[in-house]
C-alpha cells in the first residue's frame, strides 16, 4: 500500500480554472503538508496541518485553499489559476513529538505536475 | 530566521570516486538536520538525520554525513560512488522549539552525476 498518496499525478488546466489535488497517508500520522516545488526544483512549504488544525501558512495567494477532513486526509483547492501557479506540489505527513522525536522524518507522496495554459 | 544553503547546483563524480555533496545552515540553537533524496518524478525520501550525539551519521545507500558545528556544516558523503546514486539531494534544518509552527526548511537542492 502506498504510504501517501496524491491524486490526480498530472494535471493540465487552463488559467482561471478551478482544480483540487487530494491527499490521503495510511501512516496514522497526525501532521500532513503542502510543499510546492518550482521549475528550478526549488521546495517551498505552503501549508501544514496537525490533527485537522492549521498550524502553518506560508505567504500563500488566498487562491489557495487547504482543507482537512481528518488527520489522514489533506486536500489542496486552488482558485482562478495562474501561470505562475504551473509546478509539482508534495504532499507529506509526519509524527510530530517532543524532544527527539520532534526530529519527525517526513513522508512525502509522488507529486501531483500542475500545468496551467 | 533558519536557513539552509546549498552552494553546488551539480557534482559531478565518476564511479566508484568518494562524493561529497555541501550544505550550510543557519538557526537559533542547536538544529535538526536532515537529508533527502528526489529520483525523477518522484517524491523525496528520506536519507539520514542528525539529532544529538556523534557528529557522524549513517544512513541509506551507503550514505553518511558530517555535522560539523563550528563550521554550522552538515555534507553529505560516500566512499564509492554508483551511478544509481545519481539524483537531486535535498539538506534541509529544522530548529529545536517546541513550537507547532516549526517547520522543516529544504535548501535549493544539488543534482548529483555519476559517470561510469
Known amino acids: 500500500d502506498t504510504a501517501v498518496s496524491q491524486t490526480p499525478k498530472y494535471l493540465v488546466t487552463q488559467m482561471g480554472n478551478d482544480k483540487s489535488i487530494k491527499c490521503e497517508q495510511n501512516?496514522?500520522?497526525?501532521?500532513m503538508y503542502w510543499y510546492k516545488q518550482d521549475s528550478k526544483k526549488f521546495l517551498k512549504i505552503m501549508f501544514s496541518y496537525n490533527n485537522k488544525e492549521l498550524i502553518i501558512n506560508e505567504t500563500v495567494p488566498n487562491r489557495f485553499s487547504p482543507k482537512s477532513p481528518d488527520k489522514a486526509h489533506l486536500n489542496l483547492h486552488i482558485n482562478s489559476l495562474e501561470l505562475g501557479d504551473s509546478a509539482v506540489y508534495f504532499c507529506?505527513?509526519?509524527?510530530?513529538?517532543?524532544?527527539?522525536?520532534?526530529?519527525?522524518?517526513?513522508?512525502f507522496g509522488a507529486g501531483s505536475r500542475l500545468t496551467v495554459l | 530566521a533558519q536557513s539552509v544553503a546549498q552552494p553546488e547546483d551539480q557534482v559531478n563524480v565518476a564511479e566508484g570516486n568518494p562524493l561529497t555533496v555541501k550544505c550550510t545552515y543557519s538557526?537559533?540553537?542547536?538544529?535538526?538536520l536532515f537529508w533527502y533524496v528526489q529520483y525523477p518524478n518522484r517524491g523525496l525520501q528520506f536519507l539520514l538525520k542528525y539529532i544529538t550525539g556523534d557528529n557522524l551519521v549513517k544512513g541509506s545507500y551507503g550514505f553518511e554525513a558530517e555535522f560539523n558545528k563550528s563550521q554550522t556544516s552538515f555534507h553529505l558523503k560516500k566512499p564509492s560512488a554508483l551511478v544509481s546514486d545519481s539524483a537531486l539531494y535535498f539538506c534541509a534544518v529544522r530548529d529545536r522549539t517546541y513550537s507547532s509552527a516549526s517547520k522543516i526548511i529544504f535548501g535549493s537542492g544539488t543534482r548529483l552525476s555519476i559517470r561510469p
Open positions: 538557526v537559533s540553537g542547536n538544529p535538526y
Open positions: 501512516l496514522g500520522h497526525d501532521t
Open positions: 507529506a505527513s509526519s509524527q510530530r513529538g517532543r524532544g527527539f522525536s520532534g526530529a519527525n522524518v517526513l513522508t
